[in-house]
């Protein structure tokens, strides 16, 4: 039975469930779940992720987790317990493990690899928090490092800025917006700086100082590896300072057997130490660890007869080093001991031993020796950080371990009271001994004692080292063979502080002799004193100590014996003479030196501070003392703060009248002494002193009356510096007023406390004094009030100990009151003002709401009177935040409600008009660049917008109440309307809160619209009727515009989960808004014709949010403008003249925003189907043109979406142009938009003109142009065109119009405009203008003669199935390519500009299947253009040049053919029912024009018999001829004659061999004439066209003789039998056909002479004769045709078909000549279909024999266009005319006819195999460009 759960509501999945069980939830691991209920093993819960859907899961495969539950039931909220950063680290996990993948699929391989990197990092950061094995310390670090790499993720995905106080996310709802601003402020640069957190919120004045942080070292030593000696050695670690060349630290000492072990057995593992009390300057200097090794044992380690056995010395043996810096990194990351080895080097000379450190620091290796192998001492250290209690309490097991305390040499950065310390630091320096008779040096030892007055020997007062207790006395290690040792060791000599005066230093020398007995004999000594007879301590110096001698048998018994000796040369000048029967003698030529270093809070070695401390046996010199304490430096003073500070106090108490003022200027000394940088942080030293240690309990009336004569003074005096440095001694000497009162009124019971009370509040009277004198003309007064303003706010603490809230507030408010409330009495007076005010507000006494209710007045007035005059905003702005922070915090209370009514009555206006004041002057500031003012930063916009909204916040219905009331008329309120509208409008216009900052968004769009609901029910009753004032109805609209059209307000853009939240919290407040919008706009009545048409942008950009509830309530609004004009004026054309202009921007505007797509659609559902805007319009009266106008804006809409996606630059050129074209059409065709249709013009103007498309580039200017008139009648400044006449904008654009055309070399469209304009100079006598025009016109006619232009191919492209664009979609177009394109790269481009297109393989019309499909398919192939200008190519003086331009240009009609087989097929001659498929394309405007494709208009499909295709076929080919003979005909010189020659064998030898005997065999057969009658005329026709053919032969071969090259002679004998053979085989046919043979007879027939009669050409002009016959009429000559019949195109054998080309006489011509063409059949122009297949052939192609396919097989292989069912011949098979094809290869000019039946060519080569194989390397020679193949198969 499913009960519901009691402790099991939370949890986390362990184990993918895939929900198999019926009602099984699915869950995937990491996911949470809420549980509801159980029930033996299974629970039944929801998902977090979707909290909607409920299920079973098993209970095991879930790891609960605490969590608390709210509102138990149906209902209930489960938050898990746990720490709120671990929620948000899993959270932020989960969103970014979907943005991470997807990195690497946009190829951001950089940032994956590093968010991996982070994400990896927080998975292992969380993991120790939830470990709940850290310290505090550790768990606040962990947390930082989150916060750090959560940030650093947010950035650089894109995310939102989270605000985080003390690593925790803060609830926007429990501060004020002020502090919300600074915690993002706070946040932005902790990701900017990603390795330290650093809190940047202002701190609050009056904070005590933060102590430094201490840092120490922990050092333990693991094992000594290389302790190779064999003897017991003392190891002495300490920290070194290489750059100040002397030790910091005590030293560390481990004493080690012979066996590298302790020597204790009790310090096994606990060797260790830890170097306290580093601050953070010692960790940056240059610290290294030194451990000295001295070994215990004989004198010479490998010498056993040096000294007896039982003698051990002190011996030097060895160093190392670590420096700090290199390993200080890994310490600090690390959190744990880390191990090091350290080398340990030997001395080479024990002379220089004090030095060996420094020399293995240097590297000086020629001063030591480096050991055999890389073991040595093994320590692990470290690095810790806080004070000993701290470090105490979170590392216990360190202390466990016997830790030895090694402390620093001298004091740490702050000496607390209690802090007792006493150590004098003794370093044995050096000696100086004499021989002493000895040929050998002395191995001298000495050896120390501390002996006090009475001569006993003090225990335990002397220590090598710290972990090793304390001995009596010390020996030095020993130096072989020196007489001047330099130890360098320092000692540490605890004495008691009792024992200190009257004790001194012996210091006894011996000689350690290595003979056999290994005596140690004593030669002398030395001593000194530790204090001096002042009372001094030995002074923190090198002392020279004198050298007595003696021997063993000396006694010391009796230490005044020497003590009465001078024991340093300032001792001798200080003594009288001594006589010389003294028992010890000074040995003038020996010294020793010691240094010493005091530690100690008891002891000092100032004199003048110890007469301080010991005034009362100077009582007639305390005058004197007191006066000199000032020249005490300051470290004296602060080590010993406590003392003096009794001294002083006592002092006073002593005698008050006569050392009062003496003893209050020594505290304010001391107390302005530690405001010093230097000594700040001793400030809590004196905090804890008067808390706990002062008792001066009658001081505070001497200190009240001092400091009231001060401030009397201040009037009158000139100099005022004690009394300035009186002023910043305030915070303390009230202190200590107020503890001395407390003490006092402690001890009596409460006695004088109305005279204390009269005292203080005579004391402000005096400060009140001092501020209200005028400084404008004393700048000394001027310091004395500053100081006494910047301490004023530090005694507020101090008073509310004994005062209430109340009078100090009134002490306060009397103070701020007494300061001039003007702001002219000098800025930086100013300032000080208002940082006393700031922190005034900071305190803790304005924290009290009954202190607020008396300060807040005075406070506001003087933020009031600043922010008018525009002064120091910025500190303005950081008072106004504190007083929000404070009051949101308090917002509970009753009293807040009074405080925001004073601050709305006092600010509110203000703030407004300092806003727009900062906003305006944001912007002068952008648009003068370089100039900088601090006023117009976004730092403060950001300060002064939070003071606003917190401001807004806090107000409520009352205050807004009170707010409106207050105003005095409707102008006033309409201003403040204004105001507060413009400042809202501005902060969503100008982004003063970044983008990433979401929750600083959300919340001020939230209070925005709280504020304008508020306000609308004022605008509504105080503007609408007689009142009606539409600036503020429009500024109203156009804030709530602005409002619902905010990027951060968009929640379908971002996750659901953040959606989810925003939801909750805040609702959608985009409807909220248009709710409000609607109402009012509801509310206008009859005015809302004064917001038509100028709201109908606004509101159109409204319904572009993809929110149905926001379109659906704005349909009504769109009705309404219809409506209310349609009254007005009897139609709504203002309505839809503005909607189509502001779609339109809209649309320009758009720049790549990937869901504009979605919000078109969305804007398209606008004006369709339910409900929508045409409902609504079909209920009117004005239903029909509602309807149209609907139906306009709806078609509007899809071009518009069309242009929108082809502009977002991805797109090709192409696309673009089709989708501007489609638009601008739409525009004058649809909806007559003359303005919209001009900008469209020059978009596509532009568009062509960076596609280098410069003649569609000039036609579409030329639209633009044909608008305009020759009139003077004034255009308004347009587009980039200036304010001009009509005249002179037409003008400008002619001459535009004719240079685009001369670009594009279409010289023949810019020579009528060049005469438009002549038309015009001519009628105005501009004869300048007219000659420049004329000679422009002169030089396009040279250009057209002169100058090559390439012929464009033509492709017919369809666009079939839904996904293209609109104005593509199921559409044909013909485009014009580009210049060489051939069809093949063509279809590339197509395809690689609709990269989802599948390219269709057969030309067949698509059936609907593919027209309805939501899919992309192309069909393209070739077309051939049918020129319009025929009588101009019927022209025979017409130059080809010419021609060749009207072939190509103004072209309308297209065709394209395709054969095909009708009836039964004849096997022998399949020519006689292979028909012809005519298609013929009529395009709705001709090309070139505005675009380089236009949409076929019409298609006429038309069938061409065999007989009519093969009249065409050979009436083409004797155009052909007729041409290129003429041009031979008429040359004056002798030139290449190859084309000739080339064109003359492929018309002969075809027919010869088959070609006209097949059109024989079909057409004049009796059977096929009885069968059709109807083509008697038709067969005709051929006839005669095949006699005309024998003519022009007969005429070609005359031309050929006479021009031949004599190595080509053989060739023209074959071409000549050749011809005979033909005309043979056609004698039976024409009888009279000999009789026309001009090449056998030599003379001219009068067909010859008719070809004679054609006008000459140049040589420059021969060009392709299949493509510029005069007589290709109908284009058939754009595709080569050299068969006497169409017909065999499909059955004539496998001839090759090339591309086209130009032939002149020079590789040069020819290379200028080339043309682009489609390529068709060599047997048919009007063969179209072939033509698509065409590939590029490889060399081989020509290398293998020819095979002899059917027409079936030609057709089954035309499969168009991939290519992937090649002919034989692209698969390299032989050409079918052998060797000649290689000709044709490299001359793609000349195409062949087909071959006849079986033979082959070669047979007809043969005679000239040699003269062939030379000219087809002449033609080789000419590096013509590669060509393309088309097979045709043999018949």
Aim: charged share 25%; proline share 4%.
């Amino acid at each position: 039975m499913w009960t519901p759960t009691e402790e099991e509501k939370y949890g986390v999945v362990i184990c993918s469930f895939r929900g198999s069980v019926p009602q099984g939830l699915v869950l995937e691991i990491g996911e949470t779940v809420q549980i509801l209920e159980k029930c033996e093993g299974w629970y039944r819960g929801v998902s977090t992720k979707k909290p909607n859907v409920k299920g079973i899961f098993p209970a095991n495969y879930i790891h609960l987790k605490k969590a608390i539950v709210s509102n138990r039931g149906q209902y209930e909220t489960v938050v898990p317990l746990e720490d709120s950063i671990v929620t948000e680290v899993t959270a932020t996990l989960q969103e970014w493990a979907s943005l991470w993948k997807q990195l690497y699929v946009k190829h951001k391989v950089d940032l994956f690899y590093k968010l991996r990197h982070v994400m990896n990092e927080l998975i292992d950061l969380r993991r120790q928090l939830l470990s709940g094995h850290l310290t505090q310390d550790q768990v606040r670090e962990v947390k930082r490092h989150i916060t750090v790499r959560l940030d650093w993720g947010n950035e650089h995905l894109g995310l939102d800025l989270v605000p985080r106080k003390d690593f925790e996310v803060v609830d926007a709802d429990q501060i004020s917006v002020s502090d919300l601003y600074k915690m993002h402020l706070s946040s932005r640069q902790s990701v900017q700086q990603s390795t330290s957190q650093v809190d940047t919120m202002r701190p609050r004045h009056g904070e005590t100082c933060r102590i430094p942080v201490p840092h120490h070292f922990f050092l333990s030593l693991k094992s000594f590896t290389y302790n190779t000696i064999g003897e017991d050695t003392d190891v002495f670690f300490s920290l070194y300072d290489m750059r100040e060349g002397k030790q910091i630290s005590e030293r560390f000492l481990v004493r080690l057997n012979k066996n590298g072990g302790p020597r204790n057995p009790e310090k096994i593992e606990r060797m260790c130490a830890l170097f306290t009390d580093l601050s953070s300057k010692d960790m940056k200097r240059d610290l290294y660890i030194v451990a000295h090794v001295i070994r215990i044992g004989r004198m010479l380690l490998n010498d056993s007869k040096k000294g007896p056995a039982h003698l051990h010395y002190r011996r030097p043996y060895g160093c190392a080093v670590l420096s700090i810096l290199d390993v200080l990194q890994s310490l600090t990351e690390l959190k744990e001991e880390k191990d090091f080895v350290l080398k340990v080097y030997t001395c080479n000379n024990e002379s220089e031993w004090s030095q060996i450190h420094e020399n293995i620091i240097r590297k000086s290796s020629a001063k030591y020796s480096a050991p055999s192998t890389s073991h040595g001492l093994i320590i692990s250290l470290q690095l810790l950080r806080g004070d000993m209690e701290q470090i105490r309490r979170e590392n216990p097991m360190i202390f466990n371990r016997g830790l030895a305390i090694t402390r620093k040499l001298g004091f740490p950065d702050v000496i607390m009271p209690g802090d007792i310390r006493n150590d004098l630091y003794l370093t044995l320096e050096k000696g100086d001994f004499e021989r002493g008779g000895k040929s050998v040096q002395k191995n001298i030892e000495v050896t120390m004692y501390v002996l006090y007055a009475d001569g006993e020997i003090l225990k335990d007062c002397i220590s090598l080292g710290s972990g090793e207790p304390n001995r009596s006395s010390y020996h030095s290690f020993v130096l072989y063979h020196s007489n001047s040792p330099r130890w360098g060791e320092i000692i540490k000599l605890p004495i008691p502080i009792d024992r200190f005066r009257g004790s001194h230093l012996r210091f006894e020398f011996r000689h350690c002799s290595t003979k056999d007995k290994g005596e140690k004999k004593l030669f002398g000594f030395a001593f000194s004193p530790l204090m001096r007879d002042d009372g001094t301590t030995l002074s923190d110096d090198i002392h020279e100590l004198y050298v007595y001698k003696c021997d063993e048998n000396s006694t010391f018994n009796n230490h005044a014996l020497y003590l009465g000796l001078p024991c340093c040369k300032e001792d001798y000048n200080g003594c009288p003479n001594i006589p010389s029967s003294l028992i010890f003698q000074r040995s003038t030529k020996e010294s020793f030196f010691i240094s010493t270093q005091l530690s100690s809070t008891k002891l000092t070695q100032n004199v003048d501070l110890l007469a301080l401390l010991k005034w009362k046996a100077f009582p007639d010199r305390i005058m004197d003392i007191l006066g000199r304490l000032r020249h005490v430096s300051g470290e004296e003073i602060v080590k010993f703060l406590q003392d003096i500070l009794d001294t002083l106090f006592v002092i006073l108490d002593d005698n008050t009248e006569k050392y009062g003022l003496l003893v209050f200027q020594s505290l304010v000394f001391i107390i302005n002494l530690l405001r010093d940088i230097k000594y700040f942080h001793f400030r809590p030293v004196m905090d804890t002193y008067i808390q706990k240690h002062f008792a001066g309990a009658l001081a505070y009336k001497e200190l009240i009356r001092c400091l009231k004569w001060y401030m009397d003074c201040s009037a009158e005096l000139i100099r005022q510096d004690h009394i300035q440095e009186a002023m910043r001694a305030l915070e303390y000497l009230f202190k200590f007023i107020v503890q001395s009162r407390i003490l006092y009124s402690r001890a009596t019971c409460g006695m004088e406390e109305e005279q204390f009370r009269s005292s203080i509040q005579e004391l402000f009277q005096s400060i009140r004094f001092v501020l209200s004198l005028d400084s404008r003309n004393s700048e000394t007064l001027l310091f004395t009030q500053a100081a006494l303003l910047n301490s004023f706010p530090t005694i507020f603490d101090e008073l509310l100990q004994m005062f209430t809230v109340q009078e100090v507030a009134e002490f306060v408010r009397g103070t701020l009151g007494s300061m001039p409330s003007t702001v002219h009495i000098g800025q930086s007076m100013d300032v000080v003002k208002l940082q006393s005010i700031a922190r005034t507000v900071d305190s803790r006494l304005f924290s009290f709401s009954e202190s607020r209710r008396i300060l807040l007045p005075v406070v506001l007035h003087h933020i009031h009177l600043h922010l008018r005059q525009q002064k120091e905003l910025l500190i303005c702005s950081g008072i106004l935040g504190s007083i929000f922070s404070i009051v949101k915090t308090s917002s509970l209370e009753a009293d807040v409600m009074e405080e925001v009514e004073m601050m709305v009555e006092s600010l509110l206006d203000v703030l407004l008009q300092t806003l727009l004041t900062i906003m305006s002057k944001s912007h002068a500031q952008e648009a003068v660049r370089g100039q900088r003012c601090p006023q117009c930063t976004a730092e403060i916009t950001g300060e002064y917008v939070s003071c606003l909204l917190s401001l807004l916040r806090q107000m409520c219905d009352t205050h807004y109440q009170h707010l409106l009331d207050n105003f005095q008329s409707k102008d006033e309120l309409k201003e403040f309307l204004l105001k507060i509208f413009c400042v809202f409008r501005n902060l969503m216009k100008m982004s003063v809160f970044p983008r990433d900052w979401m929750v600083m968004r959300l919340l001020t769009s939230n209070i925005i619209v709280t504020t304008v609901q508020y306000l609308s029910s004022a605008l509504h009753k105080n503007f609408t009727e007689t009142d009606f004032d539409f600036k503020v109805w429009n500024s109203y609209f156009s804030l709530a515009v602005l409002f619902i059209n905010q990027p951060s307000l968009q929640l379908e853009i971002i996750t659901s989960t953040k959606r989810k939240k925003i939801l909750d919290k805040y609702g959608d407040m985009r409807v909220m808004m248009a709710y409000e919008l609607f109402s009012m706009w509801q509310n206008l009545g009859e005015h809302k014709i004064h917001f038509i048409p100028g709201m109908i942008g606004p509101f159109l950009g409204v319904t572009l949010v993809p929110q149905p509830e926001v379109r659906n309530i704005m349909i009504p609004i769109f009705h309404d403008m219809m409506d209310w004009e349609q009254r007005k004026n009897g139609n709504f054309k203002q309505v839809e003249a503005e909607l189509i202009d502001k779609l339109d921007s809209m649309v320009s505007e758009g720049k790549g925003d990937e869901s504009y797509r979605e919000l078109f659609g969305l804007l398209t559902q606008l004006f369709g189907p339910y409900p929508s805007l045409l409902e609504k319009v079909e209920q009117e009266t004005w239903r029909e043109t509602g309807i149209s106008f609907v139906t306009s804006v709806t078609r509007l809409m899809e071009r518009l979406l069309d242009y929108r996606d082809c502009m977002k630059g991805e797109e090709t050129e192409n696309k673009k142009i089709g989708c501007t074209v489609n638009l601008m059409n739409f525009y004058k065709s649809e909806i007559n938009k003359e303005e919209m249709y001009i900008r469209y013009i020059h978009k596509l103007c532009d568009m062509h003109l960076q596609a280098e498309n410069y003649t569609e580039a000039a036609f579409t200017l030329l639209l633009y142009c044909e608008l305009l008139q020759w009139e003077e009648r004034p255009l308004r400044e347009f587009l980039h065109y200036p304010s001009q006449t009509e005249w002179q904008r037409k003008e400008g654009l002619c001459r535009k119009i004719i240079h685009y055309f001369n670009k594009g070399k279409s010289w023949e469209f810019g020579i009528p405009l060049c005469r438009e304009l002549a038309c015009q100079y001519e009628s105005l006598y501009d004869y300048q203008s007219l000659s420049w025009i004329r000679k422009m016109e002169a030089s396009y006619y040279d250009n057209i003669t002169e100058q090559q232009r390439l012929e464009p191919e033509f492709f017919r492209v369809g666009f079939y199935g839904r996904k293209f664009p609109f104005f593509l979609r199921n559409k044909e177009y013909v485009c014009r390519g580009h210049d060489y394109e051939r069809l093949e790269a063509f279809q590339q481009r197509m395809l690689s500009e609709f990269p989802q297109a599948v390219a269709m393989q057969h030309p067949n019309h698509p059936d609907d299947t593919i027209l309805q499909c939501d899919a992309q398919y192309l069909q393209i192939y070739a077309v051939t253009p049918i020129p319009d200008y025929v009588d101009v190519l019927q022209m025979d003086r017409v130059p080809d040049r010419v021609k060749s331009f009207y072939r190509v240009n103004n072209v309308r009609k297209f065709r394209y053919d395709r054969p095909f087989h009708k009836g039964p097929k004849d096997k022998e001659n399949e020519f006689k029912s292979l028909w012809i498929e005519r298609t013929t394309l009529t395009l709705t405007h001709s090309l070139p024009g505005i675009s380089r494709w236009f949409e076929v208009e019409r298609r006429e499909l038309v069938e061409v018999s065999p007989l009519e295709n093969a009249i065409q076929v050979v009436e083409n080919k004797n155009q052909e001829l007729r041409a290129l003979i003429s041009q031979y005909q008429h040359k004056q010189v002798h030139g290449n004659i190859n084309l000739l020659s080339m064109c003359l064998n492929g018309v002969i030898d075809a027919a010869v061999n088959g070609g006209i005997a097949r059109y024989q065999e079909a057409f004049f057969d009796k059977d096929y004439i009885t069968k059709h009658p109807g083509d008697a005329e038709k067969i005709t026709q051929l006839k005669e066209l095949m006699q005309e053919q024998v003519h022009v032969l007969g005429v070609g071969l005359a031309v050929h003789e006479k021009f031949v090259h004599p190595e080509m002679r053989p060739l023209h004998k074959k071409l000549i039998d050749q011809f005979q053979m033909m005309r043979a085989s056609l004698y039976h046919e024409f009888p009279g056909l000999d009789k026309l043979s001009p090449a056998c007879s030599g003379t001219s027939t009068p067909r010859g002479n008719v070809l004679a009669s054609h006008s000459p050409m140049s040589p420059e002009n021969i060009k392709m004769t299949h493509r510029h016959s005069p007589m290709n009429l109908m284009g058939t000559g754009r595709h080569s045709s050299s068969s006497l019949s169409s017909h065999t195109s499909s059955e004539a054998g496998n001839v090759v078909m090339l591309g086209d080309s130009s032939m002149g006489e020079a590789p040069e011509d020819l290379y200028h000549h080339m043309q682009a063409s489609p390529s068709s059949s060599s047997l048919s122009s009007t063969h179209s279909a072939p033509s698509q297949m065409i590939t590029s052939a490889p060399s081989s192609a020509r290398a293998r024999k020819p095979e002899r396919p059917t027409v079936a097989v030609m057709e089954r292989e035309m499969q168009w266009p991939t290519g992937k069912s090649l002919s034989r011949q692209q698969k390299g098979g032989k050409a079918a005319t052998g060797r000649v094809t290689d000709f044709h290869l490299k001359h793609p000019a000349q195409p062949l006819i087909p071959c006849g039946g079986n033979r082959s060519s070669e047979r007809g080569l043969r005679p000239s195999n040699q003269f062939v194989a030379k000219l087809i390397l002449e033609f080789e020679s000419l590096h013509l460009p590669a060509i393309s193949l088309m097979p045709i198969p043999l018949p």
